[in-house]
């Protein structure tokens, strides 16, 4: 009744054994895993059992035959430890991620109600505003689907298989097919009510099976065989099968009745073959595709509809990606929606919805550990955080140390509680000596009397210690604090007040010569206004300096070359966190 899908065969689950799908597939062994809500099989040679390491995952999903429903079965994590999960389909971590946010103002959302005819995220993915869409954020593929204006999720499943080397070539057909119905032809009429759904052009694998057993007479199992043959490039298998569906077999076990004797003239039906040998090689199967389209439509959804939810969660999803969080906070920006520093009271270990805006994580900074943002969480859960002396003292005992401190402070995790970071940064060494003090008197049971009747276990409703109210660091020094601990900016980007002369003298962004489209580029010369990130000076063989020089603008970051000459006249300007315009060869 239930199997797992790998590899388009169905493995057999075992409930109270998982571990007997380790041996299910010929040739391989399968440790299946459970991570979230996104399925997968990880496997490794037989050799290699017992040996969890360099594994590769595989999208995979249990099926119920007599439901129709995916659900994922009993699995075994690589240190042995077993989980349950059910899901209706395979999905990115960042939806569960979004669904939890969105349900923290909304309870009664679920994902499995959206309405998959939703006007509005249609006209949003004609709009090519697919920024962080799963399957659909490409540059190709949101041109080819600004072009195709789709509908429906049909649409959506079509786009996902044709954007492939080899179904590719027929994109300019399909689309003017979709907008001119009355060109489309088809070699036999045959063809027609099983290529009409793709406006006369094969797109999946199903439609190679269902050709070959309407037109030539083909089993299913002999349809799957020149589906296998074709995806696998075996040119002795599909030469035979070749004859096969042109002319028929009568081989025992292989009959088949063939194109020609079933109408279809010799000439047409070599060309329906070669058209899809052509496209089999690449071509995706339906249901594959399908469960593609079905999360990139959520996860569309949930832009066009909680931009802030998804956007959060897709932030936290790409933190550790100081190009992709730079990616989508620009993203953000055009949104309208503000991507602010951390506070103390708001954030958590991620991204977190803040009214309108967004608050970056506390994860973000350096030497902040995980059991501590969680003890940071719990606490403020009774009462916010009133000053640093309040944190400081209610923290004391859950693993808090002067440079999670520091780091918190020059993060801006405190800007809410406190007047100016330069201030609590000249306050550090006091209040840490304070609380300390406090705590040892309360060890030794030196508490004066009142204290004791006011109640010890309570905090006291005034702070001892009020932090000075020094000037403010410039804009320049707090920005350079915030990249240092979080390796981002964090309340800004030091190209904000440049952005009128970017627009006039940047040449392109860094995102476009790291994008798909980066070969326009080749060998011309480019002009970007950046900041410098880091310079490192080598020295040649020849006993000259060089420089690998790393630069950001508003939409990336990447290394620039500057070879000794250059690197003579213009050494004095590559201090890092300087503004600087390069002008070089891509």
């Keep these: 009744k239930h199997g797992i899908l790998y590899n388009r ?10 571990l007997a799908i380790l041996r299910c597939a010929a040739g391989t062994a399968c440790v299946c895993s459970a991570l979230q809500e996104v399925p997968h099989i990880k496997y490794l040679r037989r050799e290699n059992v017992g040996k969890l390491h360099k594994l590769r995952d595989e999208a995979a999903a249990a099926v119920d035959r007599d439901t129709r429903r995916f659900e994922q079965r009993p699995v075994c994590r690589p240190s042995g430890r077993q989980r349950q999960q059910r899901v209706r389909a395979a999905a990115p971590l960042r939806l569960q991620q979004d669904r939890a946010a969105v349900r923290l103002h909304e309870p009664d959302f679920r994902i499995a109600n959206l309405d ?32 195709m204006r789709p509908r429906s999720l049909e649409d959506v499943i079509a786009l996902i298989s044709l954007y492939r080397p080899g179904p590719m070539d ?28 793709t406006n006369g052009c094969i797109v999946y694998q199903e439609q190679v099976m269902q050709i070959c057993r309407e037109l030539a007479g083909f089993s299913f199992g002999q349809a799957d065989n020149v589906r296998r043959a074709m995806s696998k490039k075996k040119h002795k298998v599909m030469e ?46 339906k249901s594959h595709a399908a469960c593609y389209a079905y999360v990139a439509f959520q996860t569309a959804y949930l ?5 802030r939810e998804f956007m959060a969660a897709l932030l936290t999803s790409v933190l550790d990606s100081t190009a992709k969080v730079i990616e989508y906070s620009s993203e953000c920006q055009r949104l309208g929606i503000k991507v602010l520093p951390p506070d103390i009271n ?69 800007d809410t509680l406190e007047p100016s970071r330069h201030g609590m940064m000249e306050s550090v060494e006091t209040v840490l000596r304070i609380v300390e003090n406090d705590a ?34 410039d804009s320049g020094e707090l920005l350079k604090m ?43 010369t480019v002009t970007l206004v950046c900041t410098v990130v880091k310079n490192k000076i080598m020295t040649t063989k020849s006993n000259t300096l060089m420089a690998f020089t790393t630069i950001e603008d508003l939409t990336g970051t990447m290394e620039l070359l500057v070879f000794p000459r250059v690197l003579t006249s213009c050494r004095a300007y590559l201090q890092e966190n300087a503004v600087v315009v390069t002008t070089g060869r891509a």
């Design 440 to 473: 040892r008197q309360n060890l030794d049971g030196q508490l004066d009397l009142f204290s004791a009747m006011a109640g010890a276990e309570e905090a006291p409703q005034n702070d001892d210690y009020q932090v000075p109210n020094l000037r403010e660091y």
């Design 346 to 414: 708001v954030s958590r270990g991620g991204f977190t919805v803040d009214g309108q805006s967004i608050r970056f994580g506390l994860n973000a900074v350096k030497s902040v550990g995980r059991d501590l943002i969680e003890a940071v969480i719990k606490e403020r859960e009774s009462r916010p955080f009133r000053s640093l002396y309040d944190f400081c003292k209610r923290m004391r005992s859950n693993m808090l140390n002067r440079r999670a401190l520091e780091n918190l402070i020059k993060a801006g995790a405190f």
């Design 482 to 524: 915030e990249k240092e601990v979080s390796g981002l900016y964090l309340s800004g980007h030091p190209l904000d007040a440049y952005r009128e002369k970017i627009e006039k003298i940047s040449s392109c962004t860094i995102a476009q010569l790291q994008g798909e489209n980066a070969r326009d580029f080749d060998n011309q």
């Design 9 to 18: 065969r169905a493995l057999p689950v075992n409930s109270q054994r998982p």
């Design 240 to 285: 035979a099968e070749r004859e096969h569906f042109v002319h028929g077999c009568t081989e025992p076990g292989k009959e088949c009745a063939g194109c020609v004797k079933n109408g279809i003239p010799e000439a047409v039906a070599n060309e329906i073959y070669d058209d899809m040998v052509s496209f089999a090689s690449y071509a995706f199967n």
């Design 170 to 197: 027929s994109i300019p057909t399909y689309l003017r097919n979709r907008r001119e119905p009355d060109k489309v032809t088809y070699k036999t009429p045959q063809l027609a009510h099983i290529l009409d759904v």
């Design 303 to 307: 832009k066009c509809h909680y931009p």
């Design 116 to 147: 998959y005819d939703d006007a509005a995220t249609y006209a949003m993915l004609e709009r090519g505003e697919t920024e962080g869409i799963f399957q659909l954020e490409s540059t190709g593929m949101t041109q080819v689907l600004v072009s």
